[in-house]
């Protein structure tokens, strides 16, 4: 129960923070939109609205990773900046339950961009969504935005314990997009890419969304994206005591 | 069983220079720590800055792992029980970082509440009450980012105390908030005491230590040079007197030729608008006016006055000694 | 892309390969999507992305210079100096327009080795050429980013913008003729388009000659915009003065 309260509540708490960020919002919502245009563009040529439709989703969950990789660094460098970091790892309370609610709710974030995403799809290049089963397209967003925010969960771990790793959080941006197959069949990428595919969950979580506009089976695919959100959450939490530790011996929680 | 515990603290930082050829320095910023802090006891830990104060406190509230050395929190160890000791601490350091500028006072203190494990139902109650003992009520739900140096160090305090901890750390509080806002915050962390907590304070302000503190350990360097009450203190100097020479445009050579003369203990300069002060410590017995203004020749004087020797002066020897 | 305007207390260890990594995979990206697609070569994307991704440090670098100045409160210092403006902010653009170019060249390089690109061996000499220029327009573009960033409070937000304008704009990625009339006429006047398309037409086999009207044109632009952002900047000075905004955080 506690665990839920502290969950919620720093959720909450986040979203507050990001909402009140310009910066986090304008460029959450508008950034995406570039790339998705130039998708547009390049799947136009042809007839077929299919093709169109599959980027528009893909484009529209690219948001989703873009808010998480870049904020969750960004976040946890500014945390040092501003010595909250140095507070809450002070705390009693695990830090597993601090570090988890923010990245799902930088996620969270991420249903704005989408939003936007397949809104300016609809307005400036008519693409219409359809959607195959409601009911799995609505639950197959959650389960990616989770899942995708336990990945940064993963991710944010590697930045406490490293004080410059935020420059290498942005540097993940372009290559999950590209390997989760976003905007690209990974039938197109040599085979040796696939297990990498298969290890994001970003991939399940696109794949959840398409088959529930398109047509198809989402439901293995959510479980799957939430199966692998778990496994990212366990390997944080074991990594994180040894991150954690590490911090406080070579001094890297606060700036000085 | 004293409630806090440093027994030989050491703590060294490693840091790297240089962009093509790295280049590890090691600083040690502590050395060899030891005191102990009896129940309900006001412990100040008094120093210039980076004498190693925050560093020492971070090691005792489980943010710093010591190089060597080892501290205890009510019996607990600080390294191998670090949950436990968080529990029971409270930790509140000065300036305007370490709370959520986007959020509200109520926001930042119902999240670390909630960190805190503070029963649920009670919260609100436990909130109330400490916005109205730092005296922030009524402002609470405006964003932290607008608030002043001693609303922020109030917010701190309120945060600190939130789970009622009977050990509190405080790191240098008062810094940089104007006089009648420290001055209630002196208050308050007196009452703390007061009402049967232990307090560890950490301060460069030697008057906020001598007002505020049960006892003193002076560190410098990394190391501690004296322990003892105020008057303890105080008493380790009482001998001797302190010459105060007032100057124009004084020269660095005719400094250290004082600095140099038999009996001389300390020698400090101070900037006093438009003239110096020279600030001559004596051993005991010795009459050295004449022997120091014949050191100061060609240099204009203004008054030269002689007197006891007070703590700052007990701090400054202390400190220079180090 | 969001905090970049920090970036200079970072160690050059791990600014180096995030600056290196993100154009190729930025062409990984693209090329697949166009493989997927079906539309153009390879090529086509390699040029265009690599080109592109040059405004990242001239766009950001430039801006970080004044508004990082700005943030260490220097800004001010150095405005009141009796040095003279243009030699000043010329020697700082520089080593920024020597930055985009090393970055777009190895994303060139990176980008076409592995998609087996061929590159007619008289060509290298002036693609090195073009690419420089290309980056020498950014910067100037970066110039007026700058100057807008002593307004705005929130840079990073601008220049990712800019960023994404070039993505779209300059051909990178979508071949100008397929752009709608008004699209193209804005291709036109901004950095990249020439620049890329000179690239193109390199690779292509096309002769030095022919290609220096874009050549011209490019670096044309980046006069422009410098001189139109060095202006801003200059103005803003006053303004700064008038209303105490320069060493705004």
Redesign the interface.
Known sequence: MRTLRLLGLGWLLQMKMLWRS??NT??GV??P???A???F???Q?GDDPK?LLYASLGAAVMGIWGTTS??A??SL?QQRWHGTLELLVAAPASFALILLPTTIAMASIGIYSMASTLLWGWLVFGIELTIDSPLAFVLAIPATVVSIGALGFLLAVAFVRFR?????G??L???V??VSGF???LA??PGWVRPISWVLAPTWGINAIRDAALGGSAWPDIAVALALGAGYVGIGILLLNRALYAARSKATLALS | MNVVEAIDLRRTYKTTTG?IRRRSLEVEAVRGVSFEIAEGELFGLLGPNGAGKTTTIKMLITLLIPTSGSARVLGHDVVDDARWVRKHIGYVFGGDRGLYERLSALDNLRYFAELYAVEPRGQRARIDELLELVGLKGREKERVEGYSRGMRQRLHIARGLLHDPPVVFLDEPTIGVDPVGARELRATIASLTAAGKTVLLTTHYMFEADALCDRIAVIANGEIVAQGTPGQLKAGVADGSVVEVELFGVEEDSVERVRALDGVRTVTLEDREQKQLLIVQTAPGLELTHAILSQLNGTSIGRVSSREPTLEDAYVQLVTAA | ????A??GW???W??I??LL??PV??I???V??????Q?ESDEFYVIGNAIQYAAIPCLFAMTHLIAGERFQQTLGYILITPAKRLPLFLGRALPVVANGFFVAAFALVVGGTIVGMEVPAGAWAPIALVTAVSAFSCTGLGFVNAGLGLVVR?T??LS??I???L??FTGA??PID??PGWMQAVSEVIPFTHGIEAVRQLVDGVPLADVWGLIGTEALIGVVYGAAGYALIRAMEVVGRRHATLDRA
């Open positions: 310009t910066f304008l460029l508008i950034y939109l570039f790339f245009t130039v998708a563009f390049m799947f040529a093709p870049t904020a660094g960004a460098a410059q790793a935020w420059a290498l942005n540097m941006e372009y290559p997009w590209l905007l690209v069949p197109l990428f | 962009t | 892309m969001s905090y970049r920090l970036f970072l160690s050059p791990v600014f390969p995030s990594v993100a995979f930025q990984l990206l693209f697949y999507i166009g493989r997927s697609a539309l929130e990073a937000v990712n913008i960023f994404g304008l993505l779209v990625n979508v397929d752009l």
